[in-house]
């Protein structure tokens, strides 16, 4: 793994449910840190609110998490303050940051963003980025690759995703 600062290419894990899915998520969520930026990417139905149902639970946030589409982004109290942000409904880079979708407060708490890949150059230059995807054999199953970006986000994914696939069940390395 490059801990150079640079991008890190990490793995591939696989899940064979939501449930476990989300088991990844809350070990991202527990192994989280002030500043963390999950970019989650991949096609609709890929776990990329499931995944970030877990990040929820794993910052103990109680309140509902739902995907944010319709208001682009909800905030959720927990040990560190999370905030969902949807991108679908973007028609371009700019409107995330026209709707202030983006700014200073997220660096004292966790921002997970849906459909990441519609931010472009716009999204933060630390982040593990999470490309989630089906499998056609199973359909419950989800295929999770992840790449890091900043040294910090480099141990966040070493530490989350070693826990879960150290679990029994939760996740397997490919």
Known sequence: MDRSGG??????????????TRALGRSLGAAAFS???????????AGKTQLA???AEGLGVTSVVNSPTFVLMNEHAGRLALYHIDAYRLENPED????????DRQAAGVTVIEWADRLGDWLPPDRLEIELGTTRR?????RLRWRAMGARHADLA??????????????SAT
């Open 7 to 20: 991008a890190s290419n990490g793995q591939e894990l696989r899940t064979a449910s939501a449930d476990e």
């Open 35 to 45: 500043g963390t930026v999950l970019a989650l990417i991949g096609p609709l139905g």
């Open 53 to 55: 149902k877990g990040v």
């Open 96 to 103: 995330a940051m026209d709707a202030g979708l983006l700014d």
């Open 138 to 142: 199973q359909p419950m199953a989800r």
């Open 158 to 171: 070493e530490r989350a995703f070693a826990l879960a696939v150290r679990a029994d069940g939760v996740a």
